[in-house]
T-cell receptor, first 116, second 116 residues
Framework: GAVVSQHPSRVICKSGTSVKIECRSL??????MFWYRQFPKQSLMLMAT?????????EQGVEKDKFLINHASLTLSTLTVTSAHPEDSSFYIC????????????FGPGTRLTVL | AQSVTQPDIHITVSEGASLELRCNYS??????LFWYVQSPGQGLQLLLK??????LVQGIKGFEAEFKRSQSSFNLRKPSVHWSDAAEYFC??????????????FGKGTKLSVKP
């Protein structure tokens, strides 16, 4: 099946710094990618939809100025957590849907962010 | 509003025993339903999906699920569990399938433990 990668897999940063997370579709093109956040023992919650060539759309309650999304190409979307705080510590997961009949979403392995 | 409920947070079964993981959904239109498995350090892997047609869906790794519209359920089953099936299982509902038709809404997950 299709492969989606994320980098880094883990990151620890100091409060106030910014962290960039990359999501790549390795063997297919994705005009849309989704960014989810998963708290411990919780479900995945959609944060935003990343659209190649246009602005991302954010879910209610998600600060777009804090979580910057850039869909630079048909295979790369980045999520930048700006001025990170301890409450931003979480597991961030991206997904990319393939097009065509199968039209299935493939998920990256996730990025564990810890803000000290 | 769309929602997914997985009533069981944690289930333990003996290896070789049968398994059923419950999932109930709330959705106004015909749902697109998915089961994903998440192992530690791994991305979400699609087990199976239901879009239309036969309500009994076969997936990978010997899993199957049955869509019951009258009960708003999409329970996951496996006749004989293997130790390698220990993981977190997520049920999800989508407005469409992948692409521009929208994101997925996830249940909170059911953690499966397998006793030797």
């Amino acid at each position: 099946g299709a492969v989606v990668s994320q980098h880094p897999s883990r990151v620890i940063c100091k409060s106030g710094t910014s962290v960039k997370i990359e999501c790549r579709s390795l063997d297919f093109q994705a005009t849309t990618m989704f960014w989810y956040r998963q708290f411990p023992k919780q479900s995945l919650m959609l944060m935003a939809t990343s659209n190649e060539g246009s602005k991302a759309t954010y879910e209610q309650g998600v600060e777009k100025d804090k979580f910057l999304i850039n869909h630079a190409s048909l295979t790369l979307s980045t999520l930048t957590v700006t001025s990170a705080h301890p409450e931003d510590s979480s597991f961030y997961i991206c997904s990319a849907p393939t097009s065509g009949r199968s039209d299935t979403q493939y998920f990256g392995p996730g990025t564990r962010l810890t803000v000290l | 509003a769309q929602s997914v409920t997985q009533p069981d947070i944690h289930i333990t079964v003996s290896e070789g025993a049968s398994l059923e993981l419950r999932c109930n959904y709330s959705y106004g239109a015909t749902p697109y339903l998915f089961w994903y498995v998440q192992s530690p350090g791994q991305g979400l892997q699609l087990l199976l999906k239901y879009f239309s047609g036969d309500t009994l869906v076969q997936g990978i790794k010997g899993f199957e699920a049955e869509f019951k519209r009258s009960q708003s359920s999409f329970n996951l089953r496996k006749p004989s569990v293997h130790w390698s099936d220990a993981a977190e299982y997520f049920c999800a509902v989508g407005a469409g399938y992948g692409g521009s038709q929208g994101n997925l809404i996830f249940g909170k997950g059911t953690k499966l433990s397998v006793k030797p």
